[in-house]
């Protein structure tokens, strides 16, 4: 008999990515989000249209012998979502509600396991000053300092999820995700991250002009692709690890240099233009010395290698929407 598993935030883009890859491994699955996914990455068994803010339709979507539970749901986007302070009440509070009604539910439902996706985004400012040597390590999460609200809410619920495996015996698991990126996920719209913004923009512009990048562009991050993510999530599941862990890539790249790349592999001549906007801290970068001593595992593609598959499914969907635009006109 099959497992069965629930993918909270089946409707987003790592949660279309890791329903695919439970299937593929045999499992049952029910996939839970207040949207379907938009780029048709539907392959759960049951898919149920719901807000995980509401305890009662957390608790209904924990039920019918449910063995494992991905908890990736979340009020969440890229720079130009978290930094601005816009958004933050929004952000905490939906994303709080959210795991609390999951973690209550799992405990009602008698759920022995549940994965939490956690972010890089609650390591301390402090030690991501230099963006030539930032601190990632998992123990130095404290003192805290995260640089957003985003980053407090992912630091009090994975304190949130470890009370609960104190408390009543849940084995969770915790990942730090580092800028996971790849087709499929969101390119446009203000909650996109870096990765799908820059080839959004080298394939929307014209040759001979220039793409814009926030801040000085020395800013530097690492990005992992999708299905190194996926990989890395199931390993963990699977591990005798509680974390939190990381879950990203040690290949750090300034982001004018990020955006050179996106510009190479559109093949068009293009310059940088730095503008004002969000940036979050000066650097950034994946420690991979615990998952590859827990979990003997690191990810190996290279961000080019990625980058090259994210550009090519961008572009197709540019490419569409001018098409349609045109249509309509």
């Known amino acids: ?36 996914n938009e780029y048709g990455n539907n392959h759960a068994d049951e898919f149920v249209i719901g807000d995980l803010r509401d305890p009662l339709i957390s608790e209904a979507a924990a039920q019918g012998g449910i063995d494992e539970v991905y908890q990736l749901a979340a009020d969440m986007g890229g720079a130009g979502y978290i930094f ?19 973690l209550n539910a799992v405990k009602n439902a008698g759920i022995r396991k549940i994965f939490y996706s956690s972010s890089a985004c609650m390591y301390p400012e402090y030690n991501q000053l230099d963006p030539d040597n930032p601190k990632c390590a998992e123990d130095s999460a404290y003192p805290a300092a995260p640089d957003s609200e985003y ?18 015996g849940i084995e ?3 990942a730090r995700f580092h800028n996971i990126f ?23 512009a014209e040759d001979g002009s220039f793409i814009e990048v926030w801040g000085d562009g020395k800013q530097t991050r690492s990005f992992l692709y999708i299905d190194e993510c996926v990989e890395a999530v199931r390993r963990l599941m699977d591990a005798d690890f509680t974390g939190p862990v990381n ?16 510009i190479e592999i559109s093949g068009k001549k293009l310059s940088i233009k730095n503008i ?5 801290v000066r650097g950034r970068n994946s420690d991979n010395k615990l998952i590859r001593e827990k979990l003997n595992w690191a990810p190996v593609q290279t961000l080019r290698e990625g980058m090259e598959a994210t550009y090519k499914w961008i572009n197709e969907q540019v490419m569409l929407t001018r098409k349609q635009a045109e249509t309509v006109s």
């Open 1 to 36: 008999m099959s497992k069965k598993a629930l993918v909270c935030g089946a409707g987003g883009f790592i949660g279309g990515h890791l329903v695919k890859r439970l299937q593929q491994e045999g499992y049952w699955v029910r996939g839970i989000d207040l949207k379907e």
């Open 84 to 102: 601005t302070g816009e958004h933050d009440a929004d952000v905490m509070h939906n994303s709080v509600l959210c795991n609390v009604n999951m």
């Open 151 to 168: 980053g407090w809410e992912k630091l009090f619920s994975e304190r949130l999820y470890l009370s609960y495996y104190r408390n009543y």
């Open 172 to 174: 969770v698991r915790i």
């Open 182 to 204: 790849g087709p499929q996920g969101t390119w446009t719209g203000g909650k996109e991250k870096a990765p799908a913004a820059m080839c959004r923009k080298a394939a929307e």
């Open 247 to 262: 879950i990203g890539s040690e290949e750090m790249i300034a982001i004018n240099d990020f955006a050179k790349m996106a």
């Open 276 to 280: 004002k906007g969000p940036t979050g």
